[in-house]
């Protein structure tokens, strides 16, 4: 079975509400989707959803890398020689993350259609759905009790605040938010590089009695000694994000003992072969692993889904960046029920367009 061609095209989404986050505020994103075709009739889907500020690409250099490198490189070649076809990609575009996870989950797709299963059973089957966290932007702090408690209403028990901007004020939002939601309820923390080791110790120590299950990179991601230094004192599990880029970046994570945990996103790290590299890194050390997504459609958070089902040591998920696009042609590839993700019970990544 050859591949025959691929086939692109950029969709913009504005979000149902725009959010804040230490360095920006996003109001809509353009993820490019791709359709890889053989000679077969069988095809395979995929999604890049690119973000200048952590991959480097825009939805222009997805479609012109995927167009000009992606689509001659593919052309002709055997459809099933997955690991081989991503290796090639990451050779000809080490710089563009998003554009070879789209490609790499179209190929993981495809494969999952020729076998006729389920992408998660076909990687391993660990466990069949994951509870995901929520993500609540930087806000006042009435609205964000507000939000949160919206979030409730819809059957979330996991929320992720964002900061980063001033750590006091951060401390005082994630304490009205552990006012109003009680005891059962997980919170998570966000500082996108915001902090430094100190403001990090600062609010550490602040949110004590909120008791927040995790602290996501509070210190810039080149840093690495500073992200080290926050996590040998606080008592709070330190997940590396930005600082995590490749599996080089997961080795040298665990090697120092920088993290206690760290988050994969197939759009960071360039697909799903990728993301299964750096989870054995992370397994290795008993790291613990969160699989997160960017601003991503429907589409590309069932690749990030089936990835996290199909590993025992992916404990956590963060896969709520589809919620609220407005125009998602894929917003059906996944299915959310009381905060808990489940796939939909078809071939490959389960998935198609109408």
């Known amino acids: 079975m050859r591949i025959a061609g691929i086939e692109c095209w950029p969709v913009e ?3 149902a509400q725009p959010y804040t986050i230490a360095y920006e505020t996003i109001a809509s994103v353009t993820n490019v989707f791709l359709r890889i075709d053989t000679d077969s009739g069988l095809c395979g889907h995929g999604c890049a959803a690119p973000d200048q500020a952590i991959t480097g690409e825009t939805a222009e250099t997805v479609l012109r890398d995927l167009r000009d490198t992606a689509a001659p490189l593919l052309s002709g070649q055997d459809a099933l020689r997955t690991v081989w076809l991503v290796d090639q990609l990451s050779d000809r575009l080490p710089g563009s ?33 994951i509870r995901t966290s929520v993500t609540i932007g930087i806000m006042p702090l009435e609205d964000t009790v507000r939000h949160v408690l919206d979030r409730l209403q819809q059957g979330f028990t996991a929320l992720k605040l964002k900061g980063g901007k001033d750590p ?24 996108n590089q915001g902090y430094t080791v100190e403001q990090t110790l ?52 665990a090697k120092d003992d920088l993290a ?38 429907g589409l590309a958070i069932a690749a990030g889904l089936h990835f996290a089902l199909s590993r025992k040591n992916v404990c956590y998920a963060d896969l709520d960046g589809h919620l609220d696009l407005l125009g998602d ?18 071939p490959g990544l389960g998935w198609s367009p109408r």
């Open 13 to 15: 989404m504005r979000l």
């Open 97 to 129: 993350p998003s554009a070879r996870a789209a490609v790499d989950m179209a190929l993981y797709d495809l494969m999952g259609n020729v076998c006729g299963l389920p992408l998660w059973k076909l990687l391993g089957g660990y466990r069949d759905r």
């Open 168 to 191: 006091a004020q951060d401390a005082e939002r994630v304490l009205a938010v552990r006012a109003a939601v009680g005891e059962g309820i997980e919170l998570r923390f966000d500082a």
């Open 202 to 253: 600062h609010f550490v120590d602040r949110c004590r009695s909120a008791r927040l299950e995790i602290l996501e990179q509070p210190t810039p991601k080149a840093m690495l000694e500073q992200l080290g230094s926050v996590t040998r004192q606080v008592a709070i599990a330190v997940m590396a994000d930005e600082s995590l880029m490749s599996q080089r970046d997961a080795f040298r994570l």
């Open 260 to 297: 206690d945990m760290i988050n994969v996103k197939l759009m960071k790290v360039g697909g799903i072969f990728e993301s299964q590299q750096i989870n054995a890194v992370a397994r290795a050390a008993r790291l613990e692993v969160m699989v997160g997504c960017m601003d991503e459609a």
């Open 329 to 346: 042609p894929s917003k059906d590839a996944v299915i959310l029920k009381d905060g808990v993700l489940y796939p939909v019970d078809r």
